[in-house]
């Protein structure tokens, strides 16, 4: 099973940032959290990952709680084509288990 | 960089029918995955290699399907016989040390 919850679906204004949570409360010290999303018909895309510090790169940018117990994947803004399925996944052993994610719908 | 390669993008079978699956994973990418997507679902591990060898196959239906990753590049996916249930899309991904790069999948549809 995922080590991740997710909530299954939110909604975002074009132009606005869209912050996305994850809670991965049972994370241990080696494993990252990673990110994907999936547009439809499209194999998942990696977004980003990290161990503890925040991470930012050109699509995203990921904050880890202090206790790393949870997550926001924050997209700057957010425009229609993010609209997308996005995943949390936390791994340190390159086992990658996906849950159901949070289906983000860019409003225009 | 060339990305994951699948083939075929799409197949139809009968039930009972046998199915291949082809993956070409990138360069250098030690570990190959692949994954069983049931429309409105996540991602499903069936297999994880790593170089030639088996890393995890608990998740593999092993009376019908079987993988197999011939000299540590290119793998193969099968199902023999397919059931109604198998119909899915097949993501096969790799990775070298970070997390996994997929291809466009395989979107089978057994009828």
């Known amino acids: 099973d995922a080590k991740t919850t997710q909530p299954p679906s939110m909604d975002c204004a074009e132009g606005r940032a869209a912050n996305l949570p994850c809670n991965h409360s049972?994370?241990?010290?080696?494993?990252?959290v990673y990110w994907y999303r999936q547009i439809h018909s499209q194999g998942p895309q990696y977004i980003i990952h990290?161990?503890?510090n925040n991470e930012t790169n050109e699509m995203a940018s990921l904050i880890i709680t202090e206790d790393r117990k949870s997550s926001t994947l924050i997209l700057p803004h957010a425009t229609l084509r993010d609209t997308a399925v996005y995943y949390c996944i936390t791994s340190g052993t390159y086992k990658y288990i996906f849950g159901t994610g949070t289906r983000l719908k860019v409003l225009a | 960089e060339a990305g994951v390669a699948q083939s075929p993008r799409y197949k139809i079978i009968e039930k009972r029918q046998s199915v291949a699956f082809w993956c070409n994973p990138i360069?250098?990418?030690?570990?190959l995955y692949w994954y069983q997507q049931i429309l409105g679902q996540g991602p499903k591990l069936l297999i994880q290699f790593q170089n030639n060898g088996v890393v995890d196959d608990s998740q593999l239906p092993k009376d019908r399907f079987s993988a197999e990753r011939l000299k540590g590049v290119d793998s193969t996916l099968k199902i023999q016989p397919a059931k109604l249930e198998d119909s899915a899309v097949y993501l096969c991904?790799?990775?070298?040390?970070?997390?996994?790069?997929f291809g466009q999948g395989t979107r089978l549809t057994v009828v």
């Open positions: 991904a790799s990775s070298l040390v970070e997390g996994p790069f």
């Open positions: 049972t994370i241990s010290g080696n494993e990252y």
């Open positions: 990290g161990l503890k």
């Open positions: 360069s250098g990418h030690a570990t």
